[in-house]
């Protein structure tokens, strides 16, 4: 049996963000919104526009501007979450925050979840033994992504750091996938340079890896390819002219998303943004089918050799390209 998910719900378009967030109190009958996001964000005003949305909707709210992906800040946002009691959760911010909101939402709807057991026991998304506890009985989970890259708005994985023991525990499981994500462009529009080129290139990494990979399918595979397009044809303006190339910001974080609901219906691990070319020679080398399928990728991007091995490395070559582009040093 294959499967296909995604969030219940997934606005986008710039400034879609109100008519989503309507729909929290319109719809769903919300009344308490606790907002998740760290403190650049929080002293920068970007959550102000969500807090008078919600005043406009008559539903209270409160901020947690401590978000980051460990353990420490993770068990901070619990214990304030639960004095709230909120009915819907609001992430705000890159894939980090998104991150620790999700191990929020565990906590707060499990108050006796050991992350790290759960990161043993739920670790790979393809092989699961025994159910996740559900989530979604006290809270409704709202993702608005900041950046564009990691596409958590959309993926059932939450990345948190144990400082103190210095380990990195993933947990993955279809209960983390927001049930509404906001692909608000608004909130991308100034993104720093370096973290556009980086979170752009982890978007193609997921892309590309998530055509070739074991698990794709043809419900995959259109998001996969039209996302790696669209970050070959926009990251380069995005990454040198940001908010005043507006088109390619919301042509990236639709990519960012579409590259993520992909991504996560097929398996794969993280990466980063240095080493996608190395996974991609090392899938092609040791998977016949693997390098087919990037094979096929490339001449949808337009990278046509006179043969196979050409247009792979051509591939690979556009790929380095773009990477050097955005300022990316090559592992």
Same mark, same amino acid.
């Given at each position: ?7 219940? !719900?997934? =606005? ?12 929290? %109190?319109?719809?769903? $009958? ?30 209270? #709210? ?23 009691e909120p009915d819907v959760i609001i992430a705000l911010g890159g894939g980090s925050v998104i991150d620790a909101a999700k191990a929020i939402w565990v906590l707060y709807e499990h108050p006796e979840a050991d992350f790290e057991d759960l990161a ?30 990691? %596409?958590?708005?959309?993926?059932? =994985? ?15 499981? =279809?209960?983390?996938?927001? /049930?509404? +994500? ?22 193609? +990494? #997921? ?18 390819? *039209?996302?790696? !397009? ?37 398996? =794969?691990?993280?990466? *980063?943004?240095?080493?996608?070319? $190395? ?8 998977? !016949? ?7 096929? &990728?490339?001449?949808?991007? %337009? ?20 990477? /050097?582009? &955005? ?5």
């Amino acid at each position: 049996m294959l499967w296909f998910r995604a969030p219940e !719900k997934v =606005y986008f378009k710039k400034g879609s963000m109100p008519v989503a967030l309507d729909e929290l %109190g319109t719809v769903l $009958n919300k009344k308490k919104a606790f907002i998740i996001t760290d403190s650049f964000l929080y002293k920068n005003g970007n959550i102000k526009p969500v807090e008078e949305k919600l005043d406009t909707a008559k539903i209270q #709210h409160i901020a947690f501007f401590n978000a980051q992906p460990t353990l420490v800040a993770v068990r901070e946002g619990a214990a304030q979450i639960r004095l709230f009691e909120p009915d819907v959760i609001i992430a705000l911010g890159g894939g980090s925050v998104i991150d620790a909101a999700k191990a929020i939402w565990v906590l707060y709807e499990h108050p006796e979840a050991d992350f790290e057991d759960l990161a043993k026991r739920f670790s790979d998304i393809s092989k699961r033994e025994e159910q996740f506890p559900k989530l979604g009985a006290k809270a409704y989970f709202v993702a608005i992504p900041t950046s564009s890259g990691t %596409g958590s708005e959309v993926t059932p =994985y939450s990345v948190i750091t144990d400082e103190e023991k210095q380990v990195q525990y993933t947990v993955a499981d =279809y209960e983390l996938l927001p /049930n509404m +994500a906001i692909v608000d462009a608004d909130y991308s529009m100034n993104q720093p340079k370096e973290l556009t080129g980086k979170s752009g290139i982890v978007a193609l +990494a #997921h892309a590309i890896l998530a055509y070739a990979g074991q698990q794709a399918t043809e419900y995959t595979d259109g998001f996969a390819l *039209n996302a790696a !397009k669209d970050i070959f044809d926009y990251l380069p303006s995005a990454y040198e002219n940001g908010a005043d190339d507006p088109t390619a910001r919301e042509k990236m974080a639709n990519a960012s998303a579409m590259a993520g609901i992909a991504f996560a219906n097929v398996a =794969y691990e993280e990466v *980063n943004a240095s080493d996608i070319t $190395n996974i991609i020679k090392a899938n092609a080398e040791s998977d !016949k089918n693997a390098f087919e399928r990037y094979v096929e &990728c490339a001449k949808f991007l %337009g990278f046509i050799g006179s043969d196979k091995n050409d247009t792979f490395d051509r591939l690979i070559a556009a790929i380095e390209e773009l990477q /050097n582009q &955005c300022g990316i040093v090559k592992d």
